[in-house]
């Protein structure tokens, strides 16, 4: 299996770095959310705090960390060598599928094409392009996937299953749900099989790396806004979810007397009329504001309207809208033997082979793969994407990262699609023909 994993990891790898020289440099993207991430990082390798520090404390600290390790690696400006470390991760998600996909049906050849399939999966290339956590987030939870769905011997293996879980939480805080099922359900596990002392042990090494992160960012999210937090604010996106606010607009005085103003409108929810935009006087997520604002905006609303919302919510994921940032782009991209496409077009089309056949046959993988730990990880991951989505709010970009996952499914679903039918098939061939009656014997009168 190695060598087909490395030969896989090597395509995905060609085909980035190709997007990456020859499309788009995440340089040449730096501005929305990207801007803030670069922002972030560069304040972070100057030593330097912003005006109002609490802005910090909006996103989880993960990825402008690592941005800024890359503009210490290869300069602010290091073109080929951000390319070349974005094209490697890129390429971890596809490598893991092989694994994954091997961990769930016997078959290397299913587990090629499933490494393949995310090797040449247009919204997970597209995405090294940008300065975001879509890129990096979707690497620690393919190898946190990897690492969660074997058979460890010993407690130590479940320790790194806690690092990259860490890892997973301080890019993107809705991990946290991922990493409670998983851990709950090794607990379980190993209190029905081998005894208190195993499943405390495995707990632990599961527990502590995760502690020991969210304690660290607790701390940092309590000294950048004074109030107590995991990781990162997230009454704005409750907002999103709760209420028909498509806007916030807001302005206040930092502490150093400059004043500011900042607005968030999420792109999968653009605004439409003027009560779809909220403008007051203070800190742009400040959790009393928009909580009394929620208050106003779902007094009176009926529950079956609220659970239409929420509906509505997971919907966003798939329908509306496309992955933001790629989806602003329309420039023509050339294919050998293709021409050129609209990026715009190719994103359409890759949306609709998500909605079929991807996730029908994903919905069959899940239900007739293997009962294993492996399954059990990536349906903790997808339960977490549409939780998350209803909650918290959903947009097309947020499932890119989850990709692989139902790559992975929808082949383990032909596969076995196919290996029931053949079964069925060989079973008619071999069923034994009862034989014809012999015929009556001809009697003459006379």
Known sequence: MGAVVVGVFVIAFVVRLSWLVHVQSPLDSVYSDMAGYVDRAEQLLQHRMPAEPKVL??????????????????GRNGRMGIAIAHALVGSVPAACAVALTVQLVPSLIAGALA?????????????????????????????????????????????????TSAAAIVIRSQFMLTWAIETAAVGLSRLRTRGLRRALLDVAFL???????????????????????????SAGNRLWADTDVCKIEASWRTPNGEEWSYWFSPPSKPSVKPSDTVTFRGYVVDPEILGRITAERTRGVPLRDRLRRRVHNVSLLLFENLPWPESNYHEPVRFVGFGSVDRHAIGEWF????????????????????????????????????????????EARYHVPYDPFFLVLAVVGAYELLRRAARHVARRRLRPVAPEPAPAPVTSAG
């Not at 939870?141 to 690492?147: G, K, R």
Request: charged content about 10%.
């Open 57 to 74: 404390a909006l996103f989880p600290p993960g990825t402008h960390f690592i941005v800024a390790l890359e503009f210490l690696a290869f």
């Open 115 to 163: 490494g393949l399939l995310v090797a040449f999966w247009y919204p997970q290339v597209a995405f090294t392009g940008f300065f975001s956590s879509e890129l990096w987030f979707a690497a620690a939870i393919a190898v946190q996937a990897w690492l969660g769905g074997r058979r460890w011997r010993r407690p130590a293996g479940e320790g790194l299953v806690g690092i």
């Open 207 to 233: 527990a502590v790396p995760v502690a020991v992160t969210l304690t660290m960012t607790s701390l940092r999210f309590h000294r950048l806004t004074g109030r107590w937090g995991l990781v990162n604010e």
């Open 351 to 394: 949306r609709a082979v998500l909605l079929f056949p991807v996730l029908p046959l994903g919905a069959l993988g899940l239900a007739l793969g293997r009962r294993n730990r492996t399954m059990f990880v990536l349906a903790a991951n997808l339960f977490t994407l549409v939780f998350a989505a209803a909650f918290f709010f959903g």
